[in-house]
Nanobody, 120 residues
């Protein structure tokens, strides 16, 4: 069992930065691939970024490439999402996800989400 708790969301102006954190409970955190998803009002949840369990590979949605960086610290059971050059269209609830397969087609665990609002 893995429990995920996101933090770091908030209100920021366009062009600003935020860093999201996802703290995981459970001793098996380091065996899971981790990802970030987001859901804007009236839209479906979409993939943002993912990182392998050792941090060897990362993957990003085209819309955030070059602006967002995913990282993890297995010693702290935490995964991060550094978001730079934020745009109003990045406004959404951001969710942390854990998946043992790495494809995130069926996510094993979700966090409760943290709101990110980017003002123009």
């Amino acid at each position: 069992q893995v429990q995920l708790v996101e933090s770091g969301g908030g209100l920021v102006q366009a062009g600003g930065s935020l860093r999201l954190s996802c703290a995981a409970s459970g001793r098996t955190f380091s065996t899971y691939h981790m990802g970030w998803f987001r859901q804007a009002p009236g839209k479906e949840r979409e993939f943002v970024a993912a990182i392998s369990w050792r941090g060897v590979w990362t993957n990003y949605a085209d819309s955030v490439k070059g602006r967002f960086t995913i990282s993890r610290d297995n010693a702290k059971n935490t995964v991060y999402l550094q978001m730079n050059s934020l745009k109003p269209e990045d406004t959404a609830v951001y969710y942390c996800a854990a998946d043992d397969s790495g494809n995130f087609n069926v996510v094993d665990y979700w966090g409760q989400g943290t709101q990110v609002t980017v003002s123009s």
